[in-house]
Structures are given as structure tokens and as C-alpha cells.
């Protein structure tokens, strides 16, 4: 009878021991910014990949439209159908979540008028804008007229029958 021998979490030191030395750092667009010590792992699922990081992973940067669970000490903190930017380096996980599809829908649902900062910079801009449709309105009217101009030249020199060179020789 083979007896086998689990180490418990809690004991440091001895072989399969989570030594904790990881932390997170989770930027969200609405509830700011959350610090977690003590990481033990970090999963961050896509459709298109799983990703499960653990202590002295290799620097990692990358894209993630799913789900990411942070295990550590205190917990498991688990953010599912987030979009966002992760980057890992030198056992220091830091991610910023943006609003995922669900949160998007709510997000739209309840937008606020939008407030305008600078309204002398959005009056100026306006300005430009419609100087130049002005000017390539004109530059639209110049090269229809000068088609016209064209189209009439070449109108009035099919009404006249061309020279031979006798009768140009004998002007």
C-alpha cells in the first residue's frame, strides 16, 4: 500500500510549497486600481488561448478578451468577459481591463451627455473645417466650369470642317 504525502499551502519551504512572491496589479476602467500580494498563480483564459502563470514566468505581454482569476493569500479574485492589456515582468502582473462585452452594452445604455472641455478649441476646429469644404467646394466649381470651357471649344471645332494642307498652304 503506496502512502503518498501532501504538503498543505500554509507550510513555506518544503517541495510544493507556493512561496507567494508574485503581485498583481489590476487598472479597471471603473473601479480604479486593486493591488494583490502574495500571488500564487494568475489564468488568463481567451478563446483563443490559456495562459496559467506561476512564480519566475517568462516576461509576457499580451491581449485578452475573456476571463482572468488571480490566486493569492487572501483569495481568488476573478474578472470574467473583460477585454484588456496584461503584461508580466519580473513577477510583477499588471493588467488593464477595459469594459468587456456585457459591461460595453451597459456602458452604452447609460452614457452621459458627453461635457466638452475646450469649446473655444471645438468652435476653432469648426472654422477650419468649413473654410476648407468651402475650398474644395470652389476647386469642385472651377474644374466643372473649366470642363465646360473644354467641352465647348472642342464643341465649336467639330462645327468646322478641318483644313487640308492645300488650303492652309494657300492662305
Do not use: C
Not at 464643341?155 to 483644313?163: I, M, R, T, W
Amino acid at each position: 500500500m503506496a502512502v503518498e504525502k501532501t504538503v498543505s499551502p500554509d507550510k513555506a519551504g518544503g517541495a510544493g510549497a507556493l512561496t507567494g512572491r508574485m503581485s498583481a496589479h489590476v487598472l479597471h476602467y471603473r473601479d480604479g486600481l486593486t493591488d494583490v500580494r502574495n500571488v500564487h498563480s494568475i489564468r488568463v483564459s481567451d478563446p483563443q488561448y490559456s495562459l496559467l502563470i506561476m512564480d519566475d514566468y517568462a516576461p509576457v505581454i499580451g491581449m485578452v478578451h475573456g476571463s482572468v482569476s488571480i490566486l493569492s493569500d487572501s483569495g481568488e479574485l476573478v474578472m470574467e468577459d473583460v477585454a484588456g492589456f496584461y503584461r508580466l515582468l519580473k513577477n510583477e502582473f499588471t493588467i488593464l481591463v477595459q469594459p468587456g462585452a456585457s459591461e460595453e452594452r451597459v456602458a452604452l445604455g447609460a452614457a452621459k451627455p458627453k461635457t466638452e472641455i475646450f469649446p473655444e478649441r471645438r468652435a476653432a476646429e469648426e472654422a477650419i473645417d468649413e473654410e476648407a469644404a468651402e475650398q474644395a467646394a470652389e476647386r469642385e466649381a472651377a474644374a466643372a466650369e473649366e470642363a465646360v470651357d473644354e467641352e465647348a471649344a472642342e464643341q465649336a471645332a467639330g462645327d468646322q470642317p478641318e483644313k487640308s494642307d492645300e488650303e492652309i498652304s494657300l492662305e
